[in-house]
Nanobody, 117 residues
Framework: QVQLVESGGGLVQAGGSLRLSCASS???????MNWYRQVPGKQRELVAG???????QYATSVKGRFTIFRDNAKNTVYLQMNSLEPEDTAVYYC????????????WGQGTQVTVSS
């Protein structure tokens, strides 16, 4: 069973930056890696994703401020978050996903990001 461990969350002032890391216990090279976030009472939303070929996608609300990147040698995916806004406050979850026959998806335990105004 793959385990994902997120780190890097915390409290930051608006306009600041944080870098989240997600380390997988298994190889990530064959997987899409995603970052989601969730606030109480709302659905979990996709923030950013990076494919096996390193193509990326972002939620409209974070485009131009957040960057997702991966290091397959370290089995780690990162989310660099700049120009943070109070609306970015949420629990951020890492997701490791492979579609198709025998599809697999794994989740981390989440890391809290709080942006103060």
């Amino acid at each position: 069973q793959v385990q994902l461990v997120e780190s890097g969350g915390g409290l930051v002032q608006a306009g600041g930056s944080l870098r989240l890391s997600c380390a997988s216990s298994g190889s990530i090279s064959a997987y899409v890696m995603n970052w989601y976030r969730q606030v109480p009472g709302k659905q979990r939303e996709l923030v950013a994703g990076i494919s096996q070929t390193e193509s990326t996608q972002y939620a409209t609300s974070v485009k131009g401020r957040f960057t997702i990147f991966r290091d397959n040698a370290k089995n780690t995916v990162y989310l660099q978050m700049n120009s943070l806004e109070p609306e970015d406050t949420a629990v951020y979850y890492c997701n490791q996903y492979r579609a198709g026959w025998g599809s697999e998806t794994y989740w981390g335990q989440g890391t809290q990001v709080t942006v103060s105004s």
